[in-house]
C-alpha cells in the first residue's frame, strides 16, 4: 500500500511540474517550440538551459517560470496545494468531515490569494456568510471549472480501492464552490484514483469513475466519447484534434472548464498504453490546462504502478520536496506525505 500511495504522491507532483511551466500555452506554440528543440512529441521535462537563447526568446519563454532544471523540489501549486489540504482535512476532522469544514479549514490555513476561480469566489462567499452549497453558485461563473477535479486525488488515495468512497468524500469537498460538472470531474476523477490502487488497466479506471457519475451528464457523454475515439483506432493526434474542434483553448471558459480537461485526461490515459512518462506527456502536450492535466494523469499511473516503478528521471528531480502554501505544510517531504496518507487509510478503515 505504501508504494501505491507514494506513487501516487510523486506521479501527481511529477505531472503537474511537466505541465506547470507551458500553463497557458496555446497548442500551436508549445508545439513550436518543441519541434524547434527537436522534442516533438514530448519527451520528458522540458529544461530551460537546453533550449538556445533564440528560440527560447522566440517562444517568450519566462526564464522565472518552474522549468525542471531551475526549481528546488516541487514549487508551490494550487493543485498539490489542495493534495495536500485533502490530507490536512482527513487528519482534522475525519472521515466524516463536512463541507463546512472544508470552507473553514480554507479560511484558517489557506491565503485566499493561493485559490483561483471558483475556489476564489466561495472563500469570498465564506467571507460574507454564505455557507455552502450557497457558496458555490452565489456570484460564482466558475462552478463547472477545473477547480474541483484539481481538488479530487487526495479522497481518492484515501479511499484506496473504494470508488463509490472516494467519489463521496469529493462530493462532500467539490460541493462548496462546483455545482453539475464541476461536482461530477472531482468524483470521478477521485473514483479513478482509487480504482488504479486494484487495476492497472486503464479502461477499468475510467469505467471506475464513469460509474459514479450520471451517465447521462455532458461529462459522462464526453468521456465516452473519447473512450469510442479509442476503441475505434482514432490515433492520439486526432482525438486530440477533435476535443480542440469542440472546445476552443483561446476562450478562457473552454479552457479551464472541467470536460474539456477529463477529455483531455482520458486521451492521456488511454493514449500513453500505461506508460507513465507517455501518459503524461501527452496530457501535457494536449494543451488546455497543462500543469492540472497532467497532475491528474500522474496521480492515477502512479498509484497503478506504485512508486518503485516510476522511473528517475521523472522523480529525481522532486528531490523528495514539495513546497506548499498551506499553513503547516511550507516544506515538506514527499515520502512524509504517503505515510501520513497511510495513517490516515488505516484510521479511516
Known sequence: ?????????????????????????????????????????????IRYRDVPDAIAAQYNMDAKAAWADLVDGMPEDDDTNYTVTGLAVMKRYGGRFTPQDVATFWMSEIPILHTCTAERVAYRNFCVQVEPPASATFRNPYREWIGAQIRADFWGYAAAGKPERAAEMAWRDACISHVKNGIYGAMWASAMIAAA?????????????LGEIPARSRLSEAIRQVMEWHASGINYDEAVDRVHALWDETRAHDWCHTISNAMIVAIGLLYGEGDFGAAICRAVQACFDTDCNGATVGSIMGAALGASALPGEWTEVLRDTLHTGVAGYHTVRIRDLAHATVDAIRRLY
Open 1 to 45: 500500500m505504501l508504494d501505491r500511495v507514494h506513487g501516487a504522491w510523486i506521479g501527481r507532483c511529477a505531472g503537474c511540474l511537466l505541465g506547470k511551466p507551458v500553463e497557458g500555452w496555446r497548442r500551436e506554440r508549445l508545439r513550436g517550440l518543441l519541434e524547434a528543440i527537436g522534442r516533438w512529441p514530448l519527451q520528458g521535462y
Open 197 to 209: 490502487f486494484v487495476t492497472d488497466d486503464r479502461r477499468l479506471i475510467l469505467e471506475a469513475g
